[in-house]
């Protein structure tokens, strides 16, 4: 069977991984984007599908953080064992020789509790079937034992699927583009209205909203470790990576910041993504933001919060004047924050819903407060 066609089974061996608490709204998107059976489990989603999808996974979701193929699961309770199912493992049909990996294992409550030597062991096992070496920077095995279970899994995506390609400039806070892109869709957002965001940093949700506006996929430009994979073939790759919608016109994004330094990086950002003709971008303190000319969107905002960027200076004038800007200037425009305070969004005196479940970020917790459109 050639190795494209190589069903992966059992049906859910595809593991999207994601933020805790956001495990349902990549679930959404994976639907949306027509992937099968997509089921939200604690740190993810299982699809179904075989390589095609692994690779469809990588280059069009906007919101898993990595994507990982499960290629064995048992139960392993001596190290003997570990080493006879390991090697059972069809590894040489999986990794080229000349594909390096790595093997990174963990343990919890289990008899094998030495992650080191289960790594060994698999690393052995691998080395035996391909001969392929290890190195510090080669695919990713991912080993995990628990409660005596061992799971082996491939990261096929490598670097972070955060990891655009695009964005070299960066702010002191900025949202992973994933996270952004999952605050984004849960606010409803497909690409087909106006978006502003007026403290946009380096421009995280304005990039990632614009990307939808012109239908590009978020891993155009990037590689992945599938590439290194035995079932991996150029040709379908290539035809599967060249397909671009016809962008959409008429549509902005818009971002704009007090900080002229993060404007431009945030206009630089959108250069290098191929975004200028889908952004506007202006240095502007929030108490001067008005909305665009044209139908109303999605005011989608992150503001300083907690002790990243704000140390212990009074953050709830800010949370005021902002909440005063959109009530008085953006009425039916929907609004979208994110904030670790529930004390600076209640600042804002906007009709939040109840917030989304708290998603760790940068040694914090966040929520995404949400607004249906504001009344006039
Ligand atoms: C948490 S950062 C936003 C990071 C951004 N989401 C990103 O991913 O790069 C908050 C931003 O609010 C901006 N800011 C703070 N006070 C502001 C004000 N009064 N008016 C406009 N922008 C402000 C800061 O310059 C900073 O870039």
Redesign the pocket.
Known sequence: MAPLQMPLSPKDAIFLVTFPGLEAALAEEARSKGFRQPRAVPGGVTIGGGWPEVWRANLWLRGASRVLVRVGRFPASHLATLDDRARALPWAELLRPETPFRVVAECHSSRLYHSGAVAERVTRAIHAATGGQEAADGLRVLVRMSENICTISLDTSGEPLHRRGFKQA??P???RETM?ALFLQQCGYRGEEPLV?????????VLEAADQVARLNPGRERSFAFEGLVSFDPAAWAAMRGVRRVPRTGILCYG????AG?VAMATANAARAGLSGFTAFQT????AAAPPPGPPGLVMI????GT??AEDSDLRP?YQ?LGRVLRDRFAGWRVGLVTSEPRLAAATALPFLAPGPPVPHGGLRVNLYRTTPLLA
Do not use: H, Q
């Open positions: 960066i702010g806070a900025p949202l952004a965001d007026p403290m946009c940093g380096a421009g995280t949700l704009s910041d007090r900080d993060a502007l303190p929030i108490s992150n503001p300083p919060y990243r960027l800010l004047t």
